[in-house]
């Protein structure tokens, strides 16, 4: 696969007038290396457009993406035809415009953190920070506790189910959120007053109910973010541009034994691929009759890897 067989790439960078990178993936570290890569052939320009596709991922890389970035550009826009949600969003606070479709999707950045080792054992995988702060308010909308007694009984409760230590974290990520929030809004709205910048952070961290909550463009723009509306030609070029990614390139592999492409970062002369391959578990054999009857059979583990094309 060669990058240049996307034209709607070379479409969107000829009816822009400044270079494009695509990055859809998740948000991790490894892709740090990757989209650096790529920006050093695309070299530093005085405007860049990037392509952003995302369910979200971590914090810090978002900040870090969103400050590599602003080395290589003096005026960022990203560009969202579908989803950029979570840390996604928050790497979206760092460009100068957002370029919205219709069916853009912006969503809350409140922290979340893996309640591994949490009890009860049947926690879900994440837990919101918000959920931790909600427990409070739920005691007193629901259930009236409102005397200080009473909280600190409630707080108590709490510290029992969540050791204190992980009560901690829970508040540590969520300053750091914050914290990456205002640093990165301050590339979009630089003339704002501190009270401004505030009141979005706190609408984007605490302000929706759900963390999968669906933030429209039109919400995004009554919210304060410097939105823009794509022209025609823009919208029918990113949306063709979404969906060729999706069809022909992103092919996740969902059975043990599949290979198949999860995430790719582009640009009209740069191409890698996140490849998820099955591979072999140390120790993963089955037990009893089956082992028996097939003897062993490795227990198969996700491996993903980035790969660059035409090299």
């Known amino acids: 696969m060669e990058p240049f067989l996307l034209p709607q790439l070379g479409e969107l960078q000829a009816l822009r007038g400044a270079p494009v990178l695509v990055y859809s993936s998740t948000i991790h570290a490894d892709a740090v290396r990757i989209v650096y890569e790529g920006l050093q052939r695309m070299r530093p320009t ?8 995302t369910l979200g991922g971590e914090v810090t890389t978002a900040r870090r993406l969103a400050l590599l970035l602003r080395e290589f550009t003096q005026h960022l826009t990203i560009l969202v035809p579908y989803q950029a949600r979570s840390a996604g969003t928050l790497l979206c606070l760092s460009a100068n415009t957002l370029i919205l479709g219709p069916m853009a999707e912006l969503g809350p950045i409140d ?6 080792g949490l009890p009860p054992p049947d926690a879900p995988g994440m837990i919101s920070a918000e959920d931790i702060r909600a427990f409070r308010q739920m ?13 600190l009984q409630v707080l108590a409760l709490l510290a029992q189910r969540v050791f204190p230590t992980s009560l901690s974290s829970f508040y540590r990520a969520d ?16 003339e704002s007053e501190e009270k401004v910048l505030q009141q979005i952070v706190n609408q984007l961290v605490g302000g929706y109910d759900a963390h999968d909550y669906i933030i429209t463009r039109a919400e995004a723009r009554a919210l304060g973010l410097q939105v823009r509306f794509p022209s025609r030609e823009e919208e029918a070029v990113l949306w063709e541009l979404a969906k ?37 578990a140390p120790g993963g054999e089955p037990s009893g009759s089956q082992q028996e009857e097939s003897g062993p059979s490795p227990r198969k583990l996700p491996l993903l890897s980035w790969e660059f094309d035409g090299e």
């Open 46 to 53: 005085p405007r860049l457009d990037l392509v952003l596709s």
């Open 111 to 116: 922290a979340h953190i893996g309640s591994a």
């Open 139 to 151: 005691a007193e909308e629901w259930f009236g506790v409102n005397r200080e007694k009473d909280r």
């Open 175 to 190: 300053r750091l959120t914050r914290q990456a929030a205002h640093e990165l809004l301050r590339y979009q709205l630089p």
């Open 244 to 280: 060729t990614m999706r069809q022909q390139f992103l092919t996740p592999a969902v059975q043990p034994g599949e290979e198949g492409t999860v995430g790719i970062i582009m640009s009209t002369d740069f191409c890698a691929r996140q490849v998820r391959r099955w591979v072999d």
